[in-house]
């Protein structure tokens, strides 16, 4: 693997979710990458991603070095050409070049601004880093996906499946009074789309996602019938693509409690975090069985260990 940015960077993804668990087994090895330095770069804040890629550091040897770039670094400057007498003092020619000489494997956070959809999704800030750095990169979330959640995110669905055949997944949106990134619901689609599970979309009109992500799944606007016998249940808010950046919705009858759970069959509920209780999902499903985002979260130590480790032995 080159680099790691979405799940079409992954050579044999049976292979690394195997990895993810075995190191769920015997998590510490630091042999595995004894000297080896892990540059984490953060433009935007993190709780787990940080914290879990630190740990998956240390547990393979290797020297996690974190830098908030957004808040102790320069400020960058990533227009190709741009005469530099405004308030951007370093390029990212320049940041990421260094960088790359000091890092062997190096992670990089960037949100999208929500302003312009094609700035967004062009990527320009986590492929300027790619391009610059020279060394291989890992997405921490980027404008458009979050893959280590999402590799996280399916290890835990195939830890957590008792039954028989695929299981039944439903992504649904729920209310939030923030407008957030698609990153996370676009990396989840695009993560279930090639797993052996059965995946659909529930979202009020207005909020359907980018095609490239959800091509040929199914996505309906009653709740209700969406969730109709779900096995898993990935709640999660995202703002407008379609009128990009906007929150269309504040709608809390898709807040997930009591009354949804009984929709599905008995679901496990999932989300990233972090997560506002009460608004995104009711304190009676996040404190009871049936959630399983602290799972979800411990999962994402071993999918970046997994990660970093294939990275290091290209
Ligand atoms: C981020 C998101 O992409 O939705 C991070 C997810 C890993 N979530 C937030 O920014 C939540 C912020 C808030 O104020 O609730």
């Excluded at 790619?130 to 990169?137: M, N, Q, S, T, V």
């Excluded at 990009?244 to 709608?251: A, E, H, N, R, T």
């Amino acid at each position: 693997m080159q680099k790691f940015t979405s799940v079409h960077d992954v050579d044999d993804l049976g292979q690394l979710v195997a990895k993810v668990l075995s190191f769920k087994q015997n998590p510490f090895q630091p042999e595995l990458a004894s000297g080896k330095k892990v540059g984490l770069i953060f433009l935007n804040p993190s709780l787990r991603t940080r914290l879990s890629s630190q740990i998956a550091a240390r547990n393979l040897g290797a020297e996690a070095i974190v830098l908030d770039i957004g808040k102790d670094g320069w400020a960058l400057e990533f227009e190709d050409g741009a005469v530099m007498n405004g308030d951007k003092a370093e390029h990212i020619k320049e940041a990421a070049g260094v960088m790359g000489r000091y890092f062997d494997v190096m992670g990089v956070r960037t949100f999208p601004e929500l302003k312009s959809r094609e700035d967004d999704y062009s990527e320009k800030l986590m492929n300027a880093f790619i391009k610059y750095a020279g060394i291989p990169i890992l997405s921490l979330e980027s404008g458009t996906r979050h893959p280590l959640q999402s590799l996280a995110d399916l290890v835990t669905i195939q830890e957590q499946w008792k039954g028989t055949g695929r299981p039944k997944v439903v992504l649904t949106w729920a209310p939030h009074i923030k407008a957030l990134p698609q990153a996370v619901p676009n990396s989840f689609a695009e993560w279930m789309k090639v797993a052996d599970v059965d995946f659909s979309i529930a979202n009020p009109k207005g909020y359907n996602l980018a095609d490239e992500f959800t091509a040929g799944v199914e996505v309906i606007h009653n709740q209700e019938e969406a969730l109709k016998a779900a096995d898993f249940v990935y709640v999660k808010n995202w703002s407008s693509y379609e009128e990009y950046g906007q929150i269309l919705s504040k709608d809390e009858s898709w807040t997930f409690g009591e009354k949804q759970l009984g929709w599905t069959n008995n679901a496990k509920i999932m989300h990233c975090l972090p997560v506002r209780r009460g608004l995104v999902i009711k304190d009676e499903i996040l404190d009871g069985p049936n959630a399983i985002h602290l799972e979800q979260a411990e999962n994402r130590v071993y999918s970046a260990q997994a990660v970093i480790h294939s990275l290091l032995n290209q």
